[in-house]
């Protein structure tokens, strides 16, 4: 019984080390990587209201269902980033990957944010691959944050959510919700941060 008990406690201790590990290496990656910057104007619970300066992005526009999509999309922007498909140098990735929903035979929009110390004309233009370079203006967004592998009924749910909350407000959106990644596909569940955003009116 005793041995029983010391394998019982090593396995315990082994356990704890490793979610000590992955939580040591999420936080690393998650504060290297820049994220946009942006006041929160107003907070209740898992929801924000903020103002974000103006921001350019990197954005192709996919087909196919939202994973493919997705797929399609990160294929593309990683080889504008990482010079793959373009002459010059690299640029730094950023977090969030953002998803949109759009119209037409190409119904997704993936965007990187480019690095803050951009401006739209200093980046080198994409050489191929479907990407476009657009500036987003300044503006102000409701949030909704939560965790866990999302899946479409995953971003449903807080997009109903989200909406809700700004009704109550008298806060009526503007164009269709942005669906945003902020941890890479190895980041466990419980550790991911996703997030539904909507432009406010």
């Known amino acids: 019984m005793g041995r029983g008990l010391k394998i019982t406690i090593g396995a315990v201790v082994s356990v704890c080390v490793l979610v000590l590990a992955l939580a040591g290496g999420w936080y690393w990656v998650t504060h290297s990587v820049e994220q946009p910057a942006y006041t929160v104007v107003e907070a209740e619970g898992d929801i924000e209201l903020r103002d974000y300066p103006a921001m350019v992005v990197a954005e192709a526009a996919t087909a ?9 999309g990160f ?9 793959k498909d373009r002459e010059g140098e690299r640029i730094a990735m950023t977090a969030p990957v953002i998803q949109q929903a759009a119209e037409g035979d190409r119904p997704w929009r993936i965007r990187f944010v480019m690095p803050s110390q951009y401006a739209l004309d200093e980046l080198p233009p994409p050489s191929g691959g479907g990407v476009a370079l657009d500036r ?4 102000r967004l409701a949030a909704i944050r939560f965790s866990g592998r999302a899946d479409d009924a995953d971003f449903a749910e807080h997009e109903g959510r989200l909406r809700d909350w700004m009704a109550g407000r008298g806060l009526e959106p503007d164009g269709p919700a942005l ?3 902020y941890d890479d596909p190895w980041t466990p569940g419980f550790l991911r941060r996703n997030e539904v955003l909507l432009r406010i009116r």
Request: net charge positive.
């Open 64 to 72: 196919g269902d939202r994973q493919e999509g997705v797929r399609q």
């Open 179 to 181: 669906l945003a990644y």
């Open 75 to 83: 294929r593309a922007l990683a080889g504008y980033i990482f010079a």
């Open 136 to 139: 987003w203006p300044p503006r």
